[in-house]
């Protein structure tokens, strides 16, 4: 909005406006708003005194004429005043009258007086003003718009000339130059040689900026920034208005804006730092800001003597990079499971750098390795996480997560084993992208895996199963798999009755579970499992969380061994050499020590019972221990083994045990292996031993059994498929047992009642 003109006499600073306005500028958040006054005329300025040019055709009337000299007069706007003319002051506004060579008074214009003039150019920071005058022959003058007079008029001033003893005459060409060197907006409405007649002209020249530094150019969480802000007055004269300066800002995520720290600066301001702003100058940077630049500059207005308008310092920013590294993991809550478990997969991204993340894409895949395969590993790559583990799919992911630093869970819950062999490993990646902020690679987790192993069930056929017999305290705890390809839940169960006098839990009566049954009976109503097992717990309900069991009333079993007394000692047996139980003769036997049994076939009519109450029976080899398959005419046909003693080993070939098992322990020691039956001696009594791949062969024992501690440790079963509820051990309490027993005691002509128990009508 001004133009600077280098003349050869001086430095002048023009400004041109075509009246009175209010300009409303908005900077930097405050409305300004600043009077720009008129520092144009069109009428003229007259004055009296001074030493006018005069020629032979100036008139002694008093009137003012080109004759009685003419030109353009700088005053200065120190000495802008001077005596009066008819009772006026010098220097007040006139209208021509006529042609220019001939103008006359018409009286003055309003607000056009020479105290005016001076304060309107004093205030817009000028030191003078340009006026164009005609004279009189007294020597005073009055100024007139300029219309265009040949510089070779009569009664042209001579530059130079001085004029009402302060002002100088400049030639048309000075004027001309000066009036020309105006911007073009600022000139509407004027036209040179029509209504020009005035303009303020030597301002006071002066320009501001704004300085803004910082004490770092790049920085982190947690550090603090110093910004320095200066508004600068470069003069080279003192500023001749007020300036307001404030702070622009941007980046920040604080609610800082621009505006803020606004202040004023008088007039009068000299060269060099005129205000130094330092509210809102210092700041911590915070993690919100990571990602961002942040820069801060002053504003100030107006920009100096030209009175342009909102100037703006330089940006001093304040880089604030990312600054990330993330490593994805997964944790499992168990390592090996059964097919249709739940586990609790826990992926977790773990970012040591020290800044949040930028957004970041994330996905957990799961896949299975078939038995014996080699894992994949962790790593980094530019291919998505299901193309680098084949055969993989996507359990959860998203996109545009921000990491902050240290450990951040994702998608963390519980997963169901799918149904898979044995031996296979379930795993789960966690991967990234981008992992750090040098790179838009993925990164992929070492990869967490489970092993499947199996909960092989157990099935009691034929009878009941009671556990914890004569005070004491057994629960019944098993195991259970869910099958969501028809949501069917697979477990262990018995014919009849379960009365145990602890808890029992997940083992179902009434054979419930055979075949499995559907849905999750034990997640809310399990009256449909547990229909027939015994509870004195003091509910009769059957919900999900009544306990069942708390059966205290078990006697204890009788003592069979009571009721075979024996008549011959068994022959002496080792592993290399083990005893035919069919070569002996139908009868009672006494043992000791380590007594070992091969599979072989009882024939028709042979029964054997084998008491000893402190010996350690041994079945050993492979194959079956069992009755003979052939056709029978009488219940004195009915063959029968039965084996008395404190431990009972199985090795794990044995498939099939036709006897009675009564594990009776000595003393009062009641720890294991006293009292004990193991159905896999091959494992020694280690559980911890057992593996798919040993113990695998179903175990089936056609007859009572009883002891204090039964451990099952066959394996077989449980597998995928049809296989999933196959039992490893089945107990099977047939007939042959009772009419063994009714026939044995009716051919000695009695019948002996050991115990009696009151069951429902369906036993």
């Not at 001579?158 to 004027?175: I, K, R």
């Not at 477990?491 to 849905?519: D, F, H, P, V």
């Not at 009544?546 to 047996?573: E, H, I, M, Q, R």
């Not at 009915?638 to 044995?654: D, H, K």
Request: hydrophobic share 35%; with cysteine; glycine share 14%.
């Amino acid at each position: 909005m001004a133009s600077h003109l280098f003349s050869s006499h001086k430095l002048r600073h023009r400004i041109v406006l075509s009246g009175s306005f209010v300009a409303s500028i908005l900077i930097t958040g405050v409305l300004l708003t600043t009077w720009l006054p008129q520092i144009v005329g069109a009428s003229g300025i007259g004055t009296g005194g001074g030493s006018g040019a005069g020629t032979s055709n100036c008139s002694n009337n008093g009137a003012f004429s080109q004759y009685c000299g003419w030109g353009w007069v700088d005053y200065p706007l120190t000495a802008f005043s001077g005596p009066t003319y008819n009772g006026r002051l010098h220097w007040q506004f006139k209208n021509p009258s006529g042609s220019p060579f001939n103008v006359s008074y018409w009286g003055t214009l309003p607000g056009n007086s020479s105290a005016n003039i001076s304060s309107t150019c004093s205030g817009a920071g000028a030191t003078g003003v340009m006026v164009f005058v005609y004279g009189n022959y007294k020597g005073y003058t009055l100024g007139y718009k300029y219309q265009g007079l040949p510089a070779n008029s009569p009664g042209a001033l001579p530059p130079g000339t001085t004029v009402d003893g302060t002002g100088t005459a400049v030639s048309l060409g000075t004027a001309k130059s000066d009036y020309d060197s105006l911007p073009s907006s600022l000139k509407s409405g004027y036209t040179w040689g029509s209504n020009v007649a005035w303009f303020c002209w030597d301002f006071s020249d002066y320009s501001l900026s704004g300085s803004s530094s910082t004490n770092i150019t790049s920085g982190s969480p947690g550090q603090t920034i110093y910004w320095t802000h200066q508004l600068i007055n470069n003069g080279p004269t003192a500023t001749t208005q007020s300036t307001y300066s404030n702070l622009g800002m941007s980046g920040f995520t604080n609610g800082w804006g621009t505006g803020l720290g606004g202040g004023w600066v008088g007039a009068g301001a000299g060269k060099g730092v005129i205000r130094t702003i330092t509210d809102y100058a210092t700041y911590t940077i915070t993690s919100a800001d990571v990602g961002n630049t942040l820069c801060q500059w002053v504003q100030y207005d107006p920009q100096g003597s030209s009175g342009a308008r909102n100037g703006r310092g330089n940006h001093a920013c304040v880089d604030v990079p990312y600054n990330y590294n993330l490593n994805p993991s997964v944790s499992l809550s168990k390592t090996t499971a059964s097919v249709g478990d739940s586990v609790y997969v826990a992926p977790t991204v773990n970012n040591t750098g020290a800044t949040k993340s930028n957004q970041t894409n994330w996905s957990l895949i799961t896949f299975t390795v078939a038995p014996g395969g080699l894992v994949p590993g962790g790593g980094t790559g530019s291919q998505p996480p299901t193309s680098v583990y084949p055969g993989s799919t996507t359990v959860s992911s998203g996109g545009n997560a921000v990491f902050n630093t240290g450990n951040t869970s994702v998608s963390a819950g519980n997963q169901t084993v799918p149904d898979r062999p044995v031996g296979s490993r379930v795993c789960w990646v966690l991967s990234v992208q981008p992992y750090s902020q040098t790179t838009t690679d993925w990164r992929y987790s070492t990869p967490m895996c489970l092993v499947i192993s199996k909960s092989p069930r157990i099935q009691v056929w034929g009878s009941d199963l009671w556990v914890g017999a004569g005070g004491l305290a057994a629960n019944v705890v098993t195991s259970l798999t869910w099958r969501g390809s028809d949501n069917s839940t697979f477990g262990s169960w018995a014919e009849y009755a379960i009365a145990a006098s602890g808890t029992s839990k997940t083992m179902a009566s009434g054979s419930a579970l055979n075949n499995g049954t559907a849905g999750s009976p034990w997640s809310g109503t399990n009256c449909n499992v547990v229909q027939e097992t015994f509870t004195n717990a003091g509910s009769s309900g059957c919900g999900g969380s009544t306990t069942v069991g708390g059966y205290n009333t078990l006697s204890a079993l009788p003592d069979v061994s009571v009721s075979f007394k024996p008549t011959a000692s068994l022959p002496a047996s080792s592993a290399a050499n083990p005893i035919d139980v069919n070569a002996l003769t139908t009868g009672v036997y006494s043992g000791s020590g380590a007594i070992y049994l091969k599979p072989t076939t009882l024939g028709t009519g042979k029964w054997v019972v084998i008491n000893a109450p402190g010996a350690i029976v041994n079945i050993v080899g492979s194959g079956q221990l069992a009755y003979t398959p052939a056709t029978l005419s009488s219940t004195a046909d009915i063959p029968q083994l039965v084996i008395i003693a404190n431990t009972i080993n199985i090795a794990g070939g044995v498939t099939q045990v036709d006897a009675w098992l009564v594990a009776r322990p000595t003393g009062s020691n009641s720890a294991a292996p006293n009292g004990s039956i193991y159905t896999c001696s091959d494992v020694n009594g280690n559980a911890n031993l057992l593996n798919s791949n040993t113990c695998n062969q179903q175990l089936i024992v056609n007859g009572p059994v009883s002891a204090q501690h039964l451990f099952l440790y066959r394996t077989a079963g449980a597998g995928t498929g049809s296989d999933i509820g196959t039992p490893g051990e089945v107990f099977n309490l047939r007939p042959d047992a009772y009419m063994w027993a009714y026939q044995r005691a009716s051919s000695a002509d009695q019948v002996s009642t050991m115990q009696t128990k009151e069951l429902p009508p369906r036993f």
